[in-house]
């Protein structure tokens, strides 16, 4: 993806550019939608935000729709590519170069990131497939598919939550009073964590909604805009089951190894320690 001069939902001409081209401008407003098997239980729906600045989510498309099975149309339907749970570890089928129209299996993720990325969410180090600060108010939402771990604060998201019925699915509801980051300031953390466990599965699917209390001071109309979107996502949010289907054999890939960057050009060789010339 090219950006230009680009962090998190800004560029300099308010442009994000795809393969494709720069994405759609406008107000935000719910506009993507997304579908994908997942571990070969469930059909994942959810929709997402759309508008200036505002980033897609990270599903790659959908891998049997560019190289069909004959026998298994049915894994055509999806948008998006299939997770396929192997030896409780989630995968994504994909082509790769030096295997094309094969179907190999990538680690899409352990789902823990190791250091911290500031995008202003609390995200304990959890990579989101969508994620989006506010480009004009101190909001934002992000949405996670994880395997929870004590250990990595997970438990967290859910203490003290309050289980919530939405469209026959229950959510684990917490909600934490927003914190005072000072004035002017943009960063956020989250207010609002829902998380669904995915059923039958050790996953969830976590949506969480982030400000401050200058979100609610200086922008309260737009605070109650960003929060209804965010409900309105949440409600998108819908599980079907599946029948399984075969998968392509299983063939595991990985990045080859990045290279050691060659020593600058003003530095001399390291000589054999026993070899050095005597100076006179």
């Avoid at 298994?72 to 409780?88: K, S, V």
């Avoid at 002017?184 to 400000?211: C, D, H, N």
């Amino acid at each position: 993806m090219r950006r230009l001069r680009q962090s998190l939902g800004t560029s300099t001409d308010d442009n994000i550019y795809l393969p494709s081209g720069p994405i759609p401008k406008g107000p935000v407003s719910i506009q993507r939608h997304y579908s994908f098997r997942f571990a070969e239980k469930w059909r994942i729906k959810h929709s997402w935000i759309q508008g200036t600045r505002i980033l897609p989510c990270a599903y790659g498309p959908n891998f049997f729709r560019r190289h069909p099975l004959a026998d298994h149309p049915e894994l055509q339907q999806e948008e998006n590519n299939a997770f396929y749970d192997r030896e409780g570890r989630i995968y994504v089928v994909a082509d790769v170069k030096t295997k094309f129209q094969e179907g190999v299996y990538y680690l899409d993720r352990d789902f823990y990131v190791i250091g911290h990325v500031p995008d202003g969410f609390e995200r304990d180090g959890y990579k989101p497939f969508c994620a989006q600060p506010m480009p004009d108010s101190p909001h934002g939402m992000a949405l996670w598919i994880l395997k929870p771990n004590p250990a990595f604060g997970t438990d967290k998201w859910i203490e003290d939550a309050v289980p919530t019925q939405v469209n026959g699915l229950t959510w684990l509801v917490r909600k934490v009073p927003p914190l005072d980051m000072g004035p002017g300031v943009k960063e956020t953390r989250t207010i609002e964590y829902w998380t669904l466990p995915i059923p039958g599965t050790p996953y969830w699917l976590a949506m969480q909604f982030s400000a401050n209390v200058r979100s609610l001071v200086e922008f309260p109309a737009e605070h109650v805009r960003m929060q209804n979107i965010f409900y309105e996502l949440v409600r998108s949010v819908k599980l079907e089951p599946i029948t399984p289907a075969p998968a392509p054999p299983f063939v595991e890939w990985a990045p080859p190894p990045r290279k050691a960057p060659p020593p600058p050009l003003d530095t001399e060789p390291a000589i054999p320690l026993g070899t050095r010339p005597i100076l006179r």
